[in-house]
């Protein structure tokens, strides 16, 4: 077992006192990356109803996320690293605000639908993990854990918050006025904080002009990184682990209603999912530096197994379906927030965004698979349990990479940087 790094007494309370409101905007700023497809499940019964479209149309605009992520997602990487994070997350906060609200334009038309989606994906990549974490892992070392995970949380936070206020939206205005409220609310709280608030340490040197002062981060550079095993175990293991956590997500407010649950009952216990992402998130960063991360990200992936077992058997009472979907909200948080800490562990901030744009486009991509298989199985077969039978094996797989992954800190990478 890989000794643990130690920091001097007090040096985390030192960092937040110092840059907590980086925490919190991009916290906030993360927490809108989620919005579109976390109340996409709310959506889905109004864009039937409207327009006679299958769940595997509806959703299959994640797909298209998907895709766009994993080409663009290395290339904003590469900007980030080279011009800061500020700068791109104004941006695409300003752009993806917008795209938000032309959702409110669908006609009925698939190809509009899709259109919509692709410039949807387009805008949302400069506000994407590696925007948000970038600044945060430059300015925090020993608080790094807590830091990640409050700033990842923001996901969580828009799991709590999406489903509830676009089914609320949605019955009291009709679902083309929920899509502009949610983007302008979003859009205006978000760029005030960013503007405010958001910046990276290499932000703050170019704001005083001492870019000529400034020494290179440590760590792999991308062509080094490919050449690691730990990149393909990392990229397949967060794969793994989170493919069917996000399907669940997009699909557990009509998955709810086919148990009897009301729209609202629905929603409201689809907020657990989002409280308690952000629950796995805490307890991770509140391990990392006490056991190997590696060993936290596999205990806490495995734990969602549980919750796809609890909704698959039949009959389960409103208490139970809660304790399902906590479950699978811890190992959804856990696995966001392990990725990104992972990815700072194993190959240092040189380029951190760059290699975060690689290793987390498996991320992205569970982001429009997911949910895209979920509403494929719906149609074909007319229920989820298959969807929910495949997270089991696949949770195991994951765990299984994160042992595998071993555990190098900060210390061995950067002696093993130095030596090559």
Same mark, same amino acid.
């Given at each position: 077992?890989?000794?643990?790094?130690?920091?001097?007494?007090?040096?985390?309370?030192?960092?937040?006192?110092?840059?907590?409101?980086?925490?919190?905007?991009?916290?906030?700023?993360?927490?809108?990356?989620?919005?579109?497809?976390?109340?996409?499940?709310?959506?889905?019964?109004? &864009?039937?109803? =409207? +327009? #006679? @479209?299958?769940?595997?149309? $509806?959703?299959?605009?994640?797909? /298209?996320? *998907? %895709?766009?992520?994993?080409?663009?997602?290395?290339?904003?990487?590469?900007?980030?690293?080279?011009?800061?994070?500020?700068?791109?997350?104004?941006?695409?906060?300003?752009?993806?605000?917008?795209?938000?609200?032309?959702?409110?334009?669908?006609?009925?038309?698939?190809?509009?639908?899709?259109?919509?989606?692709?410039?949807?994906?387009?805008?949302?990549?400069?506000?994407?993990?590696?925007?948000?974490?970038?600044?945060?892992?430059?300015?925090?070392?020993?608080?790094?854990?807590?830091?990640?995970?409050?700033?990842?949380?923001?996901?969580?936070?828009?799991?709590?918050?999406?489903?509830?206020?676009?089914?609320? &939206?949605?019955? =009291? +205005? #009709? @679902?083309?006025?929920?899509? $502009?409220?949610?983007?302008?609310? /979003?859009? *205006? %709280?978000?760029?005030?904080?960013?503007?405010?608030?958001?910046?990276?340490?290499?932000?703050?040197?170019?704001?005083?002009?001492?870019?000529?002062?400034?020494?290179?981060?440590?760590?792999?550079?991308?062509?080094?990184?490919?050449?690691?095993?730990?990149?393909?175990?990392?990229?397949?293991?967060?794969?793994?682990?989170?493919?069917?956590?996000?399907?669940?997500?997009?699909?557990?407010?009509?998955?709810?209603?086919?148990?009897?649950?009301?729209?609202?009952?629905?929603?409201?216990?689809?907020?657990?999912?989002?409280?308690?992402?952000?629950?796995?998130?805490?307890?991770?960063?509140?391990?990392?530096?006490?056991?190997?991360?590696?060993?936290?990200?596999?205990?806490?992936?495995?734990?969602?197994?549980?919750?796809?077992?609890?909704?698959?058997?039949?009959?389960?009472?409103?208490?139970?379906?809660?304790?399902?979907?906590?479950?699978?909200?811890?190992?959804?948080?856990?696995?966001?927030?392990?990725?990104?800490?992972?990815?700072?562990?194993?190959?240092?901030?040189?380029?951190?965004?760059?290699?975060?744009?690689?290793?987390?486009?498996?991320?992205?991509?569970?982001?429009?698979?997911?949910?895209?298989?979920?509403?494929?199985?719906?149609?074909?077969?007319?229920?989820?349990?298959?969807?929910?039978?495949?997270?089991?094996?696949?949770?195991?797989?994951?765990?299984?990479?994160?042992?595998?992954?071993?555990?190098?800190?900060?210390?061995?990478?950067?002696?093993?940087?130095?030596?090559?």
């Amino acid at each position: 077992m890989a000794a643990q790094t130690r920091f001097p007494a007090g040096a985390a309370a030192a960092e937040w006192r110092a840059h907590w409101t980086v925490v919190l905007a991009a916290m906030l700023g993360y927490s809108a990356v989620g919005m579109g497809i976390y109340s996409l499940g709310a959506f889905v019964e109004p &864009l039937h109803k =409207a +327009f #006679g @479209w299958n769940r595997t149309l $509806i959703t299959s605009g994640t797909m /298209v996320f *998907a %895709i766009t992520s994993v080409v663009c997602q290395p290339l904003v990487g590469r900007l980030i690293d080279r011009v800061g994070p500020r700068r791109i997350a104004l941006c695409g906060v300003t752009l993806t605000s917008i795209s938000l609200a032309l959702f409110a334009t669908a006609n009925g038309s698939a190809a509009g639908w899709l259109l919509l989606w692709l410039v949807y994906s387009l805008c949302i990549q400069l506000m994407m993990t590696s925007t948000w974490s970038s600044a945060v892992v430059s300015q925090f070392e020993a608080g790094r854990g807590f830091a990640l995970a409050f700033t990842l949380g923001g996901s969580a936070l828009s799991a709590v918050i999406a489903p509830s206020a676009a089914a609320w &939206l949605i019955d =009291a +205005f #009709g @679902w083309r006025a929920a899509y $502009i409220a949610i983007a302008l609310a /979003v859009g *205006a %709280i978000v760029f005030l904080t960013t503007w405010l608030f958001f910046y990276s340490r290499s932000d703050r040197r170019r704001s005083t002009g001492g870019d000529a002062d400034v020494e290179p981060a440590s760590g792999s550079t991308l062509a080094e990184a490919f050449r690691m095993p730990a990149f393909y175990k990392l990229s397949i293991g967060i794969f793994a682990g989170y493919l069917m956590t996000i399907a669940v997500l997009v699909h557990l407010v009509p998955m709810l209603e086919r148990t009897g649950l009301t729209v609202k009952v629905a929603a409201a216990v689809t907020a657990l999912l989002g409280i308690f992402s952000f629950l796995g998130k805490l307890i991770c960063g509140s391990l990392v530096n006490r056991f190997p991360p590696n060993l936290v990200a596999a205990a806490m992936i495995a734990v969602p197994i549980a919750g796809y077992l609890i909704l698959m058997a039949p009959g389960q009472p409103l208490l139970m379906l809660a304790v399902g979907v906590a479950a699978i909200g811890i190992g959804n948080g856990s696995s966001t927030k392990m990725a990104y800490y992972l990815i700072a562990r194993h190959f240092g901030l040189r380029s951190y965004a760059t290699i975060a744009g690689f290793v987390g486009a498996s991320h992205t991509i569970c982001g429009g698979l997911g949910p895209l298989i979920g509403g494929l199985m719906f149609d074909r077969f007319g229920d989820y349990r298959l969807m929910l039978l495949l997270g089991v094996p696949l949770s195991i797989l994951s765990s299984i990479l994160m042992i595998w992954l071993g555990d190098r800190g900060p210390r061995e990478a950067e002696a093993r940087q130095g030596g090559s």
